[in-house]
């Protein structure tokens, strides 16, 4: 998935050998560890043709081998989730300096390090978009609320699935904006197709969004989503009240950063297995009372942090030997 964003960006890519040691058996395990040694080769030559001033590293065990072979290196962590992985914890170790989204993650880390709260960096061409015209750009109506449902790049089927049962009556009452991802794409077409005129024109469908994500974001009143990092970033930056249904598969993450914003009144958090008979309540609950939408809004909105990726980028000039020696 990594490749091919970055591809899009025009960025140089260059994959190394990696595999999870946590949490995998007995017969994977050996295989894993011959895997995590040929990538701290594979990093050690790409640290010998590239020379790089800085590394920045932002979790997932693919940064292990990387870490390893370029140790010298000065390293600069960010913690995208509130939480650290085991693999963020273990890259710690490495880092002169981590970048944290929120003052929660200071209690993950040890007290020696140098912690920084930085936010989390978000693209500049997401605030690119004004209600008005990112509504405009969907065809959505003024008179009724935008409901933004979302599961990542390949969905979120529990979010989908109920979705989908409740669709007939959500459509009597708000419009939705729905980014299935490719896992049910078939499925949510079918469903679009099965719908009476007046309430497909208030169901907006799509596989996926890329420039145009700000504009969903921007038109919508109330997300629905996972809870993974770019929710601490994405969400404060719009202003968006949220219904965060964390990932019930990838230990506790996305429960912290809802649980997080659920506490400061900006989200409510819906366990993923009470999703087919609450979702569509909460919904209507939330849609249907305005000053509380607003309410949750405002407390989103004063969790942004709009200079994440320029404070992040500073950090890094700062370790690079040269900058250092240019400030001095």
């Known amino acids: 998935m990594e490749a091919a964003l970055v591809a899009r960006s025009g960025v140089s890519f260059t994959a190394i050998p990696a595999a999870g040691v946590h949490g995998v058996g007995l017969r994977a395990l050996p295989g894993n560890l011959v895997r995590l040694a040929r990538g701290t080769l594979a990093a050690r030559r790409i640290l010998a043709n590239f ?8 979790g ?5 081998p990387m870490a390893l072979a370029g140790s010298s290196v000065p390293a600069l962590v960010f913690c995208p ?3 650290p992985g085991l693999a963020l914890k273990f890259l710690g170790r490495f880092a002169h300096t981590i970048a944290v989204t929120t003052p929660a993650s200071k209690q993950y880390f040890p007290a020696k390090k140098t912690l920084v709260v930085t936010g989390y960096p978000l693209r500049p061409d997401l605030a690119g978009w004004e209600r008005a015209r990112a509504r405009a750009h969907f065809s959505l109506r003024d008179d009724l609320p935008v409901v933004l449902v979302t599961g990542g790049s390949k969905g979120a089927q529990t979010i989908n699935r109920a979705l989908q049962a409740a669709l007939p009556q959500l459509l009597a009452a708000v419009q939705v904006l729905h980014l299935s991802g490719s896992t049910d794409w078939a499925a949510v077409q079918s469903a679009r197709a099965g719908l009476p005129a007046h309430l497909a ?31 601490l970033g994405e969400y404060p930056c719009f202003g968006l009240p949220a219904i965060l249904v964390p990932y019930p598969y990838a230990w506790r993450y996305q429960k912290v950063n809802a649980a997080y914003l659920q506490d ?3 989200a409510r958090l819906l366990p993923d297995a009470e999703m087919p008979e609450k979702l569509l309540p909460l ?19 004063a969790l942004a942090r709009p200079n994440a990726a320029a404070e992040i980028a500073d950090l890094v000039r700062r370790l690079a030997p040269r900058e250092k020696e240019r400030i001095q």
Do not use: C, W
């Open 264 to 266: 400061h009144g900006a």
């Open 283 to 301: 919904i209507l609950e939330l849609t249907g009372d305005p000053q509380k939408l607003a309410s949750m809004g405002q407390a989103m909105q």
């Open 51 to 58: 020379r790089p001033d800085v590394l920045l590293f932002t």
């Open 201 to 231: 024109n208030r169901y907006h469908a799509y596989e996926f969004l890329y420039e145009e994500m700000g504009a969903a974001l921007a038109s919508a009143d109330l997300a629905v989503s996972r809870a993974g990092a770019s929710t």
């Open 60 to 64: 997932g065990y693919v940064a292990a």
């Open 81 to 83: 989730d509130i939480e």
